[in-house]
């Protein structure tokens, strides 16, 4: 039997999209169902004591529905084990308490999710583990913040939120694994559609599947895929023993999401590679930040380790932060809010909304910064939004 989460050989050689489609679902046994049932179930019949049907016992151990997820997810990192968590947060939690103990150290990025920073300072520096910020878009910074022997992950986010920088994974999983540590992708803004870390060299991704795998705005949760066994046994215990798992139905959703992810990311991508045409030409912006642009500094990388360039768009406002606020209370189709991923556009300022709990730190945003998560509505209603908020 195969293991639960794990990817077969057939899937792994279809393409993409076959993937998200069919990968963990297989027609249901007993009736044919072609999408696999959501499996309401807390607990399974044995046949006999320890006489399990493929290994359910528990849904927190494992659950069907969890299980489809957790196939597709990995098929489409390009993963052997995937694993769906309650949340990104709890998938994070899960993931430092299975790699690492008191007395470690990790190095983090310098411009993370600020629900992550928090997690590195409020919660694991309190229990022991030491972290350091270094700009992940520079891998000597990075190589310099290792602390030899004590350092077990280098952790990035890329693109990172809600700067958008790039960090070179294929170089930084070099410079991690010389120091004897792992290298940690956050995948969450480029999604396994755009980016796939694992075959960069890179040891786990992490996502948020709340944003662009689940994409509709509808669930929160979070995944963790990987390829070596040692690490999806670890994984695997700690899963169950936190026990920070989503039920059936969130894993229903989010798996539901999966399905359609690569036509809308393309549909991102061309509405936000069209948003940052606008944003570029409007007097009121100062800056543009996107990947996408040849003067991005981390452009070159991107091209190589990304597919596109993403849905997500900063820019910095000449007016300051009063201007910042004003543009994000005055658009109409951009909903005022935070998370992104999802298929409606948001509109937020990163440093009173996401980015609130790292002001006075290494971390702080600047004040003029407006985030887009730009979605799949028609590209002219966006631009005429955007058109409006900025006082044209
Ligand atoms: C890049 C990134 N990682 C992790 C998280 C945390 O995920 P969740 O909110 O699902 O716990 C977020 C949330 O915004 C995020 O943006």
Redesign the pocket.
């Given at each position: 039997m195969a293991r639960l989460g794990s990817v077969t050989e057939q899937t792994q050689k279809a393409g993409f999209e076959t993937r998200a489609i069919h990968a963990g679902q297989e027609p249901d046994p007993t009736t044919g169902a072609v999408v696999p049932p959501i499996y309401a179930t807390s607990t399974y019949k044995q046949d006999g004591v320890g006489g399990m049907r493929n290994g359910y016992e528990y849904s927190r151990s494992a659950n069907p529905t969890r299980t489809a997820l957790e196939e597709c997810i990995a098929a489409l990192e390009e993963g052997e084990r995937g694993f769906a968590f309650?949340?990104?947060?709890?998938?994070?939690d899960t993931l430092l308490r299975s790699l690492c103990k008191p007395g470690d150290h990790v190095v983090i990025p310098d411009d993370?999710?600020?629900?992550?920073y928090r997690l590195f300072k409020k919660v694991a520096e309190p229990w022991g583990l030491a972290h350091t910020p270094a700009p992940v878009t520079d891998p000597v910074a990075v190589q310099a913040a290792i602390r030899p022997g004590t350092t077990r992950i280098v952790w990035v986010?890329t693109p990172?939120?809600p700067m958008l920088g790039i960090a070179d994974i294929e170089t930084l999983a070099g410079i991690a694994h010389e120091a004897g540590a792992l290298l940690v992708v956050?995948n969450?803004?480029a999604s396994p559609y755009l980016q796939q870390p694992l075959t960069l060299g890179a040891d786990v991704v992490?996502?948020?599947?709340?944003?662009y795998v689940g994409g509709h705005s509808d669930v929160?949760?979070?995944a963790l895929v990987v390829r070596d066994l040692d690490l999806a046994e670890r994984i695997t215990f700690h899963q169950n023993a936190l026990g920070a798992v989503p039920g059936p139905f969130d894993a229903f959703l989010t798996h539901r999401g999966l399905k359609t992810l690569a036509v809308r990311m393309d549909r991102h991508c061309d509405n936000a590679e069209a948003v940052v045409e606008f944003l570029s030409n409007h007097p009121a912006v100062s800056q543009v930040v996107y990947p996408g642009l040849p003067d991005h500094p981390g452009h070159a990388v991107a091209g190589r380790q990304m597919k596109r360039y993403g849905g997500m768009v900063s820019f910095r406002v000449g007016g300051g932060e009063e201007q910042a606020l004003r543009v994000c209370e005055r658009t109409r189709v951009f909903t005022l809010g935070?998370?992104?991923?999802g298929v409606e556009s948001l509109i937020e300022h990163p440093g009173r909304m996401?980015h609130a709990s790292v002001a006075g730190t290494d971390l702080e945003v600047p004040a003029d910064l407006v985030r887009l998560s730009v979605g799949i509505e028609t590209v002219d209603d966006l631009l005429a939004d955007l058109d409006f908020s900025l006082g044209g």
């Open positions: 309650a949340s990104g947060l709890a998938a994070e993370a999710y600020g629900g992550t986010e990172t939120n956050d969450t803004f992490v996502h948020s599947t709340t944003k929160v949760g979070g935070e998370s992104l991923g996401t």
